[in-house]
T-cell receptor, first 113, second 115 residues
Framework: QKEVEQDPGPLSVPEGAIVSLNCTYSNSAFQYFMWYRQYSRKGPELLMY????GNKEDGRFTAQVDKSSKYISLFIRDSQPSDSATYLCACRGASGGYNKLIFGAGTRLAVHP | EAGVVQSPRYKIIEKKQPVAFWCNPI?????LYWYLQNLGQGPELLIRYENEEAVDDSQLPKDRFSAERLKGVDSTLKIQPAELGDSAVYLC?????????????FGPGTRLTVL
């Protein structure tokens, strides 16, 4: 079993829809939770960053972390065709062997006009 | 500001041949990472450098993979000999330091195909 599980999709939605992307993780040592966006033939770029449990909002994007259930989510409001990409969740501990990013497999999202 | 630069962008080789990838991190970034990304998977860390020192190479297959960052700036990742299963994208990333609060910036990757 992987430490970070993510449904690979693909997910196809119409423009303007609300998108929900999710990951689960197994290691309680993880304290930092990130969402990266990766366009085709590009490297990942950081979208959202959350420490411990809670919500964080940035424009159309909202990240949620529930450490009690080891569940992390990314919501995209008013989705746009330019949001079409692969979304990777990542977890990280604070020290020792977990002081590195552990990525999920990524979810491919397609937003069609 | 220039981002992380990687070359070549694409490489096709036959199995058992050697191959090398080059990375130039963002200026001033002390920490450099090499990741492996297989098709349909997330990146997996191969090695992390703090300046010239490799501080985490536990996932680097040392029988065929090697890396160096001699002057604490740019870095080279080498595979010798390459195997069919090495076909993947090799990503380089850099950050100011290795702390969890420091954002990692990724390069575009080198896509390796081993025939």
């Amino acid at each position: 079993q992987k430490e970070v599980e993510q449904d690979p999709g693909p997910l196809s939605v119409p423009e303007g829809a609300i998108v929900s992307l999710n990951c689960t993780y197994s290691n309680s040592a993880f304290q930092y939770f990130m969402w990266y966006r990766q366009y085709s033939r590009k490297g990942p770029e950081l979208l959202m960053y959350t420490y411990s449990s809670g919500n964080k909002e940035d424009g159309r994007f909202t990240a949620q972390v529930d450490k009690s259930s080891k569940y992390i989510s990314l919501f995209i409001r008013d989705s746009q065709p330019s949001d079409s990409a692969t979304y990777l969740c990542a977890c990280r501990g604070a020290s020792g062997g977990y002081n590195k990013l552990i990525f999920g497999a990524g979810t491919r999202l397609a937003v069609h006009p | 500001e220039a981002g992380v630069v990687q070359s070549p962008r694409y490489k096709i080789i036959e199995k058992k041949q050697p191959v090398a990838f080059w990375c130039n991190p963002i200026s001033g970034h002390n920490t450099l990472y090499w990741y492996l990304q297989n098709l349909g998977q997330g990146p997996e860390l191969l090695i992390r450098y703090e300046n010239e020192e490799a501080v985490d190479d536990s996932q680097l297959p040392k029988d065929r993979f090697s890396a160096e960052r001699l002057k604490g700036v740019d870095s080279t990742l080498k595979i010798q000999p390459a195997e069919l299963g090495d076909s993947a994208v090799y990503l380089c990333a850099s950050s100011l330091t290795g702390g969890a609060l420091n954002e990692q910036f990724f390069g575009p990757g080198t896509r390796l195909t081993v025939l």
